[in-house]
């Protein structure tokens, strides 16, 4: 199985900050790489697919980077509605994995 | 506008079953792969099974392999998943997904709200 490790597993920012978060495979899953952002009490909902392709309706100030084995996701310019978890998750091969989540909080 | 509407959720003893229905509207159902993906409480996703849009592919996690089945029905747009010898660590909120293409390793475009299994005696 592919393991998918995400840090920072939380951080702290404030409004208007930029914000990376790192994601990592154990192997090359080439660009099959996604983001999905989860708010409390609510299913996650996609934001970037293949690494960089921004999902339908996402804002711009979110982009995707990497390939093979390291991944990034930018925030810009951080806002209140973006306070949420972040996951990543590799759809290279079954088993579909997830990293263990980046959990954004206000400073 | 797509929608996926999860039930059957509850409180289950131990070593018991339950079924997970979840209803799609908005889109050609039989056009796309679907998912289950789990959460338990405070902790993070975990897929769980996938099943390709005609449903002739299956797909488990190690952990729900023997227990689970996963099938669908695309004459009434509905998604199931049986769950049998139920264990405590399956409690979690279960969400189906439909995923943004026909193959099951597509990303999931759009999640249901989430149905509550709970496993205890």
């Known amino acids: 199985d592919i393991q998918m490790t995400q840090s920072p597993s939380s951080l702290s920012a404030s409004v208007g900050y930029r914000v990376t978060i790192t994601c990592r495979a154990s192997?090359?899953?080439?660009?099959?790489l996604n983001w999905y952002q989860q708010k409390p009490g609510k299913a996650p909902k996609l934001l970037i697919y293949?690494?960089?392709t921004l999902h339908s309706g996402v804002p711009s100030r979110f982009s995707g980077t990497g390939s093979g084995t390291d991944f990034t996701l930018t925030i810009s310019s951080l806002r209140p509605e973006d306070f949420a978890t972040y996951y990543c998750?590799?759809?290279?091969?079954?088993?579909?994995?997830f990293g263990g989540g980046t959990k954004v909080e206000i400073k | 506008e797509v929608q996926l509407l999860e039930s059957g959720g509850g409180l289950v003893q131990p070593g018991g079953s339950l079924r997970l229905s979840c209803a799609a509207s908005?889109?050609?159902?039989?056009?796309?792969?679907m998912s289950w993906v789990r959460q338990a409480p405070g902790k993070g996703l975990e897929w769980v099974s996938a099943?390709?849009?005609?449903?002739?592919?299956?797909y488990y996690a190690d952990s729900v392999k023997g227990r689970f089945t996963i099938s669908r029905d695309n004459s009434k747009d509905t998604l199931y998943l049986q769950m049998n010898s139920l264990r405590g660590e399956d409690t979690a909120v279960y969400y189906c997904?439909?995923?943004?293409?026909?193959?099951?390793?597509?990303?999931?475009?759009?999640w249901g709200q989430g149905t509550l299994v709970t496993v205890s005696s």
């Open positions: 192997q090359s899953i080439y660009r099959y």
């Open positions: 099943i390709s849009g005609s449903g002739g592919s299956t």
């Open positions: 998750q590799q759809s290279y091969s079954v088993p579909l994995t």
């Open positions: 293949t690494a960089s």
């Open positions: 997904a439909k995923q943004i293409g026909d193959m099951v390793t597509h990303p999931f475009d759009f």
């Open positions: 908005g889109f050609t159902f039989s056009s796309y792969a």
